[in-house]
């Protein structure tokens, strides 16, 4: 393609062009991205077959957060100036080059190579995907910032819901020693190959002065909670209130994504009772795709409700909830499967909550001006939830079992700790204000949006 191809000049809508073909265009990406949350059913197939241990099983998957956050930091300004097209494709680029590598990886039987292509190639590819819609999602829905981004993130959050069953499958047809994994990581490759083409052709801006029918049509126009002073990038991290956000999102990210990329043996060594070997692993990918639900579900229903609520208060839902919920795992461990299930499907949903209203929170603290480049610099929070989250989870549950620990008391610990980090993260949220405004920001907007904007 040519750079005028991918360039923003090249896609913005005509006229008659309805913004609800925008969201669809995320979609294909971040469905297509969001394939990293079912990691954890390769965990097995790679101990078994290379004989590495948990923590390195899970590498590829820690080190694609961690290189998310890094890349979008990095790439957020240049997504903003150049446009979702261009960001699209290089993300699309980097993801399906990394499957590739992967692949290459497996055949050889190199593990370093799938943790340099899943982990560091597509991981920049996770992080420039994951922001490229954001700030043009909040464009084509000033009205609805919330429910934007949710539906658009809400499809990172489904990725493992499509991937985690079509990866199994994939494994009964080539199997799980080093070939099959290399002929899964290839038609994995080649699947998401054209879902992010379909991504890139579709995506639009809107035209300069464009606004929402209602507001264009209706006397009465709806209520819209104003975005805050814009800031830029480099401004917002100099706040207080930024590096508060950091931190309530990346101890909600910890307190899910330990779980997250774990579920499969979570699940077997709380209800490990099963017909036979077999029928236990279908239940745990069930798991891992009801997880994959919740999250997705979650990135949507609450983001949308944070436009009624308010950003603060949905994250004390989510903080405050997370917490109650992880103490019922802590006193009851396997004692009923329901509430377990119950439980980690909140959890979960909170997860992915927390992911999908943090662009609307940045709206409404620091403008629309760089929300996206903004955006890509609080996803480093998520890189150090990436690592702190799999850590605390595989690292503790590694040394009971060499202890003869058996069952839920492996992650007992590790749950005390998540809830301990959401505690903190409520007391921080509590402490977020709207900033003081730039000096050269109106001051009628500032006054409005610091009493409206974030309750």
């Known amino acids: 393609m040519s750079a005028g191809l991918l360039s923003r000049e090249r896609i913005v809508a005509p006229p008659d062009w309805s913004r609800w073909l925008v969201p669809p265009a995320a979609l294909a990406i971040h469905l297509s991205i969001g394939a990293v949350y079912a990691w954890s059913v390769f965990k097995s197939p790679l101990q078994e077959t290379f004989g590495v241990s948990g923590v390195v099983s899970a590498l590829p998957f820690t080190f694609g957060i961690v290189v998310l956050g890094l890349s979008a930091a990095v790439f957020g300004t240049a997504v903003d100036a150049r446009g979702p097209r261009w960001a699209m494709t290089v993300s699309a680029l980097c993801y399906v080059g990394g499957l590739l590598v992967s692949a290459l990886g497996a055949a050889t039987g190199q593990v370093w190579l799938i943790v340099l292509g899943y982990g560091v190639i597509g991981g920049v590819g996770l992080g420039i995907g994951y922001i490229s819609p954001v700030s043009t999602l909040m464009k084509w829905f000033p009205d609805r910032p919330g429910m ?200 979960l949903s909170f997860y992915g909550a927390g992911f999908a209203t943090a662009p609307a929170y940045l709206r409404d603290l620091f403008g629309t001006k760089q929300v996206g480049a903004i955006h890509g610099r609080l996803l480093t929070a998520w890189s150090f939830a990436g690592v702190l989250g799999p850590v605390i989870v595989n690292a503790i549950a590694d040394a009971r079992v060499e202890a003869g620990v058996e069952g839920p008391a492996r992650y007992t610990t590790a749950f005390v700790i998540m809830i301990v980090l959401l505690v903190v993260a409520l007391v921080c949220n509590e402490l977020i204000r709207v900033p003081e405004p730039p000096a050269d920001a109106d001051a009628d907007a500032v006054r409005a949006t610091r009493t409206e904007a974030v309750r």
Do not use: H
Request: net charge positive; glycine share 10%.
């Open 148 to 347: 934007a981004t949710g539906f658009a993130i809400m499809g990172f959050g489904g990725g493992a819901l499509i991937a985690s069953p079509w990866t199994n499958q994939l494994f009964g047809w080539f199997g799980t020693e080093a070939g099959g994994l290399a002929a899964t990581f290839l038609v994995l490759a080649v699947t998401y190959a054209v879902l992010m083409a379909l991504g890139v052709a579709l995506i639009r801006v809107p035209p300069e002065g464009w606004t929402p029918p209602a507001t264009r049509t209706s006397d009465r126009p709806k209520r819209e909670r104003p975005a805050g002073p814009d800031r830029t990038a480099a401004q917002a991290i100099r706040t207080r209130q930024f590096w508060l956000l950091w931190v309530v999102l990346c101890f909600n990210v910890t307190a899910g994504i330990g779980i997250l990329e774990r579920a499969a043996p979570i699940y077997s060594d709380f209800f490990p009772d099963a017909p036979s070997a077999a029928a236990l692993t279908a239940a745990a990918a069930g798991f891992v795709a009801i997880l994959s639900l919740a999250n997705s579900a979650g990135r949507i229903a609450w983001s949308s409700l944070s436009d009624v609520l308010g950003r603060r208060n949905n994250y004390r839902i989510y903080l405050g909830g997370g917490a109650l919920l992880y103490l019922v795992v802590v006193l009851l461990q396997d004692a009923s499967k329901p509430l377990f299930l119950v439980a980690s499907i909140l959890v």
